[in-house]
């Protein structure tokens, strides 16, 4: 905030002495600017180099040694140790790995493709009732997450599948009012005249969509899959509460117990390299797709 | 276009135009449309009134019902409301999630902002910082609440060691009833600034440059600008901002949950009302009264919103032509 408040003291036309100290003032601002950039960053970055530190140390380094001195001799073991149960604790990150893994492309795949059905309907045919049903959807925006939790706890208790994977990502692989609405106003702007060339050419509503809209539309169609991606990676109250054995844990309900069970600082290694393996995936995304989340973030507020 | 839906519609139409004539006719051709459109709206329209119509309205039946998780429902009455305020701490709770989200909100408005200006220039690396800042906004919130959980460790965390140096005895952070919870607000603001801070980032990219030159001659300094042309023009993404963050953060679970053990303690000094809901529901397995607390949670957010609305939508928005 600083740096914007600040100007040169002088005129752009000064004496050679004059000159000299608007350069230093510019270096000076930018030393500032950078430094405030640079601080911050560091702030965002040290939790994930302290926990892999902490990840390749063993139990006993972490409860003496500093956080952020690095490993002196990595201990590798704690990832196999996490990843498949170890004598001294139950850790089977390798099965919840598998359950969050399996959940997630089921939700991924149902929630981009419903939703491009959807969408479709909503932007590229005529039905009578379409505005009215697509408020409808857009009016189920404004409910909070939490509010349906007991309820819709009770809608799987009355269909058999609480502690299934089906549970856990069925609520959210019909299609969610979000990704409608945003593909829906991403196949809007896909030309008529394209759409007119190849229902000449024969095509059907499932040829227009399968040959001219998917083609035309990956960006938004990516942008959609990581969104599901992340939510369903990233998701903890209703997995925590609709799952209640072991063996249907992900990851984070897995993380949250096994920090919560044994005592303060107890097979902290584990925790953290479990936090870790959570994060890998993620931190793949990130790398990878970096530019549709900035953008899908913009397509957000463009609304 | 008109040759393209006639050539799809034509053997229906002129099926329907052989017995009917004009309005039945024309019934008839939204009833085929209905008929084409429906394999493509039905299955989201069977989530969503399965997974959010049903439940909604569901919420609000179940808060006047008994129900232990297993067997039939009986009818509570006004009992259900009455216990959440009695024994279950309902109104603490409202004020512990206040306090939440008045930690929350204004800084981490305040630090995206200003952030989003600082960025919001042409300067090497701007990029390379914006996307750096958003890589918390993507990792887990549980796996992050562990990582910060060890880093707040009163005995452990990188933070006590820190302190230490300087040969401070930090408090007890999360086992402080005093600072667990600016330390989960602290945690929260660390998870979501960035992406926060490039919802305003497009904002500021929305403005044209043109503004900003003609103030430069009429002689308005910098921060004359940001008050003036700015933060005026932001209005539309800062109501987008604050709604969706006070939505969010009464909402806060994931990282309290871990940060707290699961207890919202100590004590009940930051049992938020997502964290009651969840215990009185899934751990006393009373859901009658959880639900209830759902309907009050709902409901003060429903005001929270309407009212930032209000307030937006009553002050000044300016048009601009470029």
């Given amino acids: ?303 | 276009m008109a040759l393209a839906t006639a050539s799809a519609d034509a053997p229906s139409a002129a099926q329907a135009a052989k017995s009917n004539g004009g309005r039945p006719q024309r019934a008839a051709r939204g009833f085929v449309a209905l008929a084409k459109a429906s394999p493509f709206i039905a299955p989201s329209f069977i989530g969503l009134i399965a997974f959010l119509i049903v439940p909604v309205i569901f919420v609000f039946i179940l808060s006047f019902l008994n129900w232990s998780g297993a067997g039939p429902f009986s009818w509570a009455g006004v009992q259900n409301w009455v216990s959440i305020f009695k024994y279950d701490g309902a109104g603490h709770s409202l004020g512990v999630t206040a306090y939440y989200v008045l930690l929350n909100i204004p800084a981490q408005t305040v630090l995206a902002l200003g952030l989003a200006v600082m960025l919001n220039r042409k300067r090497r690396g701007m990029a390379f910082f914006r996307v750096l800042y958003v890589a918390p906004y993507l990792s887990t919130p549980v796996a992050m609440g562990v990582i910060w959980f060890w880093v707040f460790e009163p005995q452990l965390g990188a933070i006590a060691h820190f302190l230490n140096i300087f040969g401070i005895a930090g408090p007890n952070w999360l086992n402080s009833s005093s600072w667990a919870m600016p330390v989960i607000a602290a945690v929260n603001i660390w998870q979501y600034l960035g992406f926060n801070m490039l919802f305003f980032f497009a904002g500021l990219q929305g403005i044209p440059r043109s503004l900003y030159e003609a103030a430069e001659i009429d002689g308005a300094s910098k921060w004359r600008q940001f008050w003036r042309i700015s933060l005026p023009l932001l209005n539309p993404t800062m109501l987008f901002v604050l709604v969706t963050d006070v939505i969010g953060s009464f909402q806060v679970f994931d990282t309290l949950y871990v940060l707290t053990g699961g207890t919202g303690g100590p004590g009940d000094s930051t049992k938020v009302m997502s964290l009651n809901i969840y215990d009185v529901g899934f751990q006393g397995t009373r859901y009658g009264e959880a639900a209830a607390l759902s309907v009050l949670l709902f409901s003060v957010i429903l005001i929270f919103s309407a009212g930032q609305f209000l307030f937006f939508r009553n002050r000044t928005t300016y048009e601009y032509s470029v």
Wanted: proline share 7%; glycine share 6%.
């Fill in chain 1, 1 to 303: 905030m600083s740096a914007i408040a600040l100007d040169p003291p002088v005129s752009k036309h000064g004496t050679p002495g004059r000159r000299a100290l608007v350069r230093t003032w510019t270096i000076g601002k930018l030393t500032v600017f950078y430094g405030i950039l640079i601080g911050v960053g560091a702030i965002f970055m040290v939790p994930y180099i302290l926990a892999l530190f902490g990840s390749l140390k063993p139990e006993s380094q972490l409860l003496t040694v500093p956080p952020w001195d690095p490993p002196t001799h990595p201990a590798w073991a704690n990832y196999p140790d996490t990843w498949s149960n170890f004598s001294q604790v139950q850790t089977d990150f390798a099965q919840y790995f598998l359950n969050t893994a399996i959940v997630t492309v089921c939700l991924t795949i149902g929630q981009v493709f419903f939703s491009m059905l959807a969408a479709y309907a909503f932007a590229r045919l005529k039905f009578p009732g379409r505005e009215g049903l697509f408020w409808i959807y857009l009016m189920t925006l404004m409910v909070p997450n939490i509010v349906t939790i007991i309820p819709l706890y009770t809608v799987m208790d009355k269909l058999h599948l609480v502690n299934t994977y089906w549970a856990v990502f069925l609520p959210y692989a019909l299609g969610t009012p979000y990704t409608i609405f945003l593909m829906r106003q991403f196949f809007r702007g896909i030309p008529q005249e394209v759409v007119d060339a190849a229902r000449i050419d024969g095509c059907g509503d499932l040829g227009v969509l399968r040959r001219i809209i998917v083609p035309l539309s990956r960006p938004v169609l990516i942008t959609a899959a990581l969104i599901a991606f992340v939510f369903s990676w990233n998701n903890f109250l209703w997995p925590l509460v609709i799952t209640n054995t072991q063996s249907h844990y992900l990851l984070t309900v897995a993380l949250a117990n096994f920090n919560t069970g044994p005592g303060t600082g107890e097979y902290l290694n584990i925790a953290l390299t479990g936090s870790l393996i959570t994060l890998i995936p993620m931190v793949i995304v990130f790398i990878v797709f970096n530019r549709y989340i900035i953008r899908s973030i913009q397509l957000t507020s463009g609304k």
